[in-house]
């Protein structure tokens, strides 16, 4: 089925799908990106405090162990 539209009608549909593409691509990047970025974040959470603590509570622990 082939759509039979104006000229200018034409161009607006075209015009109006590659808009939604757009903003759709968009929104796909945006979302990976924030994902990335709270990966990121994660990351040098866990290394400057998660590690660190987990360490010290090793430490008390053989501390503990020896009193």
Known sequence: MKLQLPYDEHIKLIKTVQSH???AYCIDIGLIA???LINL????IEHAIIKPLRKSDQILHEIKKLL
């Open 34 to 36: 924030t994902q990335e």
């Open 21 to 23: 593409m757009k903003e």
């Open 41 to 44: 974040i994660y990351s040098n």
